[in-house]
Each structure stands twice: as structure tokens, then as C-alpha cells.
């Protein structure tokens, strides 16, 4: 996650220091559920790819190719050169807000900024708001648990799925399941 109000200028400027070619710009739509992408081919079969989320409007950047050892030179460069949210500072911005707005934004950029790689504390927190009072709270945690998704999230999506007394959270719920099966996570 980058903190940089406008991470689009951010991450071109990454990569033109870098002389990597850009291979694609989509344009957000979020009618459609397309979200801004920027994508530059970098000097191996790795790309560095930009994304603004459409829910967040906060920009974030990553590494995408099977070249694993490529991928982890280019990200050590990539945390030591870019201003990034943290793990410890996600989880605290969180912690922060008891409720409202604030500490809906916080849990959604933690989703979006949690490891991809199943990670307790995350877990609680976004768990945490799956099972809130709130419904719009709820929604909120299936969402951020859609950013990071890992096998672990399912048994309260399915409980969401099958008993929520809000229809709106029951097919949000089923909707990610779904995703999660269409990817294989947890299945």
C-alpha cells in the first residue's frame, strides 16, 4: 500500500528511474468493477504493476512473475525505495478507530496491505469485523478479506453465507466464496 496521494505519479516515477517500459494503463471504471492498472515490463520476466483501488481511492504496487528470486530482488528495491504502509502500522491505524468511517478505511487498507500468506493477527482483525453488530462493518470485513484472501477466512464466510440476518451481507458473502473457489483458496 503507498501512502502517496497520488501513487500513479509515484509508481511512474519508480519505474522511469528505472528505464522499465510501460506495457499497459487501463482506466478505471468502476460501473464495471475495473479499477485503474499500470503495468511496466521490468529489465527481467517480472512485471511492477500499479492499481488504484476503486473502494479506497489509495493506490498500491506489486511484483507479478515466476521468476521468484527476480521477485524478491525487485521487492527488497521496491519497500527500501517506495513510502509504504507497514504491517505494524496497518494493524495499529486499525486499532485506532473504535468505529465509524475511519476504522472501516483502516480495515480495508489493512486487507489490502495484509501478507498474502495467512497471518493471525490480520485474520483477527478482519474476522473481527465480519462478525461486528453492524452490518455495514461486516461487509467491510468480507471485503477486506476478498484483498488478502487465504483459506482461513472460510468458515466465516460460510456462516455469513448461510445465517446473517442481512440479505445484502448473505450474497456479499456467497459472491466471495465463490471467488475464493474460482481461485482455489481453501477448497
Do not use: K
Request: aromatic share 8%.
Amino acid at each position: 500500500m503507498l501512502r502517496a496521494d497520488d501513487g500513479e505519479t509515484v509508481a511512474e516515477r519508480f519505474a522511469a528511474e528505472r528505464d522499465w517500459d510501460l506495457i499497459a494503463r487501463d482506466v478505471a471504471d468502476p460501473e464495471r468493477g475495473a479499477e485503474l492498472e499500470v503495468v511496466w515490463a521490468t529489465d527481467g520476466p517480472v512485471t511492477f504493476q500499479f492499481q488504484e483501488d476503486h473502494v479506497l481511492n489509495e493506490g498500491y504496487v506489486y511484483l507479478a512473475g515466476r521468476d521468484r528470486a527476480r521477485v524478491e530482488r525487485l521487492e527488497a528495491d521496491l519497500t527500501g525505495s517506495l513510502d509504504l504502509w507497514s504491517r505494524d502500522e496497518l494493524l495499529r491505524e486499525a486499532a485506532r478507530h473504535d468505529e465509524g468511517p475511519a476504522r472501516g478505511r483502516a480495515i480495508l487498507r489493512a486487507g489490502l496491505g495484509a501478507p498474502m500468506e495467512f497471518d493471525h493477527e490480520f485474520y483477527d482483525l478482519i474476522t473481527g469485523a465480519m462478525r461486528s453488530g453492524e452490518p455495514a462493518m461486516r461487509a467491510i470485513g468480507i471485503r477486506a478479506c476478498a484483498y488478502s484472501p487465504v483459506a482461513e477466512y472460510r468458515p466465516t464466510l460460510e456462516e455469513l453465507a448461510r445465517n446473517d440476518a442481512e440479505q445484502e451481507i448473505r450474497d456479499l458473502a456467497r459472491a466471495t466464496l465463490r471467488a475464493f473457489d474460482e481461485f482455489e483458496v481453501g477448497s
